[in-house]
């Protein structure tokens, strides 16, 4: 795949002071005026300033500039304008608005491999003693950006337009709602969905395992229970860990561990997922609030009001 992940994503938000309040304590490291890093992935979060919440800007990143020109040419194929440069292509999506940027940039190849987190079980001892997890005693650090989920009000366009245009896979759909789609090995990278308004449901960041992804919730919600979404769980689509938080903007963030993975050269068949195997395999059920945001219908009323402007 020339493809190899997201690059960044840039959010736009009403309360700019507050929102990089809590992706600092969320793990990820302030580089000063909005932008934030991951451990691994460089600068990948900018918070700016937007009526309401949205999302800004997603760039994904390529191989190289045959990747570019091949993307470019896809994109005015179907009839959306373009910026390109040998290593940079922009355009935005017909549908939500969101600005798309396609650049080269190196593979996150020399991201260290995290130890093994050993787990005993039935006739089987990995460890002796205490659990090594009690030893961690810094903050969750986020490895990289692992995916967003965008809510569509023409999901098939959108849906074509990341993959027929710049070249993502689907991995799998929920029913007729939604579709999982892949830029990397991982099984998602951007999932998209059908909803009354376009906004952004969620972005979701890695952590080490399943340890981290409560250790990091257990932080953020210490002081702070009205940050609770839904978790722990694990989902079926993916299979990974989650704990899904919200932002003082409203946006939800995930921590996620333990995502399924496809070779690049794997024969993969989509399924179509039904109920709540689309959501989750085990774990509390999700609340209304995380299937319908409690500000939905406010970002509807906005999204009316600035159409018939």
């Known amino acids: ?38 451990l691994n992935g460089g600068d990948q979060l900018r918070i700016v300033h937007a009526p309401t919440r949205r999302l800004v800007e997603l760039s994904i990143a390529a191989d190289d500039p045959d990747d570019i020109a091949a993307i ?5 194929a179907h009839d959306l304008l373009v910026e390109e440069t040998d290593t940079v292509v922009r355009t935005v999506e017909p549908v939500t608005g969101t600005r798309v940027r396609v650049a080269v940039r190196p593979r996150i190849v020399v991201q260290p491999p995290v130890p093994a987190t050993l787990y005993n079980g039935p006739g089987r001892i990995d460890r002796w003693g205490r659990a090594p997890f009690i030893a961690r005693t810094g903050p969750v650090r986020p490895h990289k950006l692992g995916h967003a989920v965008l809510g569509s009000t023409d999901l098939e366009t959108t849906m074509r337009f990341f993959t027929e245009g710049i070249g993502f896979k689907v991995s799998d ?25 376009n906004f952004l449901h969620h972005t979701s960041w890695q952590v080490d395992d ?41 946006n939800f963030s995930e921590y996620y561990s333990d995502m399924d993975t496809v ?32 500000d939905l219908a406010a970002l509807m009323t906005g999204a009316h009001s600035a159409g018939s402007r």
Not at 12 to 22: F, H, L, Q, R, S
Not at 173 to 197: I, Q, T, W
């Open 1 to 38: 795949m020339a493809l190899h992940g997201l690059g960044q994503v840039v959010i736009g938000v009403p309360n700019v002071a507050e929102t990089i309040a809590y992706y600092t304590d969320f793990g990820l490291q302030h580089q000063g005026d909005g932008a934030f890093a991951t």
């Open 72 to 76: 470019g040419r896809r994109l005015r």
């Open 173 to 197: 759909y929920m029913g007729d709602k939604a579709a999982f789609l892949r830029c990397s090995v991982e099984h998602h990278n951007v999932l998209v969905m059908a909803a009354p308004v």
């Open 210 to 250: 399943v340890d981290d992804v409560g250790r990091g919730a257990h932080a953020m919600l210490e002081g702070n229970p009205e940050r609770h979404i839904w978790g722990l769980g694990r989902h079926y689509a993916g299979a990974n860990f989650f704990w899904y938080l919200k932002d003082p903007a409203g």
């Open 263 to 294: 070779p690049e050269d794997e024969l993969w068949s989509p399924e179509v997922l039904h109920g709540l195997q689309g959501l989750y395999s085990w774990g509390p059920p999700p609340p209304p609030s995380f299937l319908e945001p409690d």
